[in-house]
């Protein structure tokens, strides 16, 4: 009787173990392609109503007036709107504090006893926080189209966004014999634990390397992209997986997953957001890396970075798409302003297999 009782226990317990990465039904799934092709996307309903929590907009003041003096001819040292009206300056400046520093406040950024006063490096990286909103507004509305984004769309109320990456220290040199090792056989966060090298963000989101995977024909026709390459490919693709919380029929069709003349309009949309993302990176947050203190940056002293999870935490729209930028048409950029580069209207310049340059 014992040796049955362990049995079964034995039984239940290795069942428990093998249903541990499984999530409990029930199940919502969506067909969003053609039938027939599996473009399938599957939901955990208990996952979407804590996602619903997390991507719920704060409510919005009444619209501040236009009208009236400038903020630059009524407020002292302000190098960043000033072209707005006086009370709408007060009014984006009462929002930001909520959305960045709810508990810190006012002085987060600013010197109480003198707001004009540049000293704290948090009212630097403010300036350039809004003029790369702006920017994002005006000039990429290939990917955040008329929604736009806001300082909260990151923040969520947190000085710094919960959602950003540094590139790793470079692999230690006495492991050479061991060849690039990518982070790889290490489970890492952004590419779902997997074995895929755990940083596929630095070669894409800052560098610019070409984002392809293996071809259909042998070496040397066609495509010469490695089994590396790939992995890294993979990697990226895991990361904006995770980051939306869609599968890979989201912007892609199971017939043909290179193909771009058959793959649903998310796929270009994806297309903008990774150049937006590396535009952002190089244009306003790597000039930063002398304002930033120590504490603030990576292993390697570099500072934070977005990437597709800084605004859709988890939602395949920011904030399920709900258009804060209506209700802070401060942040609404100037379109041609001299700032970045602007978003390609180009179609994609498509390489061997379907990879893109």
Not at 65 to 70: I, L
Not at 142 to 171: D, I, L, M
Not at 272 to 294: C, K, Q
Request: aromatic share 8%.
């Amino acid at each position: 009787m014992n040796r049955r009782i362990l049995k079964t226990a034995a039984l239940l317990l290795l069942g428990g173990t093998l249903l541990a990465g499984c999530e409990r039904p029930p199940m919502e799934s969506v067909q969003h392609g053609f039938r027939g092709t599996g473009m399938v996307e599957v939901y955990n309903p208990r996952q979407l109503a804590k996602q619903d929590a997390l991507n719920t907009a704060p409510a919005a003041p009444p619209p501040a007036s236009a009208d009236g003096p400038r903020a630059k001819d009524s407020f002292q040292n302000v190098k960043v709107l000033g072209d707005v009206s006086s009370a709408q300056f007060i009014g984006l400046m009462t929002a930001m504090t909520a959305w960045v520093s709810p508990k810190e406040g006012c002085a987060y950024c600013h010197n109480p006893q003198n707001f004009a006063d540049d000293s704290k490096y948090t009212k630097t990286v403010a300036r350039k926080m809004i003029e790369m909103t702006r920017h994002i507004n005006g000039n990429w509305q290939s990917h955040v189209a008329n929604t736009g984004v806001t300082c909260y769309t990151c923040h969520r109320g947190n000085p710094v966004p919960q959602q950003v990456w540094f590139t790793p220290k470079e692999q230690d040199k006495k492991a050479d014999f061991l060849g690039d090792l990518a982070g790889q056989n290490q489970p890492g966060k952004l590419v779902g634990l997997s074995s895929l090298p755990t940083d596929p963000l630095t070669p894409f989101l800052l560098e610019d390397k070409p984002i392809r995977v293996n071809g259909p024909t042998a070496l040397p026709s066609g495509n010469r992209a490695s089994v590396k390459q790939a992995e890294w490919t993979y990697g990226l693709m895991t990361h904006m997986s995770n980051s939306l919380g869609v599968n890979c029929t989201y912007c892609h069709n199971t017939r043909a997953f290179q193909n771009w003349e058959t793959s649903p309009p998310q796929r270009m949309t994806a297309y903008h957001g990774i150049r937006m993302s590396r535009d952002v990176n190089n244009a306003y947050m790597v000039p930063l890396t002398g304002t930033f203190p120590p504490e603030r940056k990576g292993a390697g002293g570099d500072v934070a970075k977005i990437s597709c999870a800084t605004c859709h935490q988890g939602a395949y729209k920011p904030l399920y798409g709900f258009p804060m930028l209506k209700s802070y048409p401060e942040l609404a950029a100037i379109v041609g302003a001299e700032t970045a580069t602007a978003a390609p209207a180009t179609t994609p310049v498509v390489a061997s297999a379907g990879a893109v340059k």
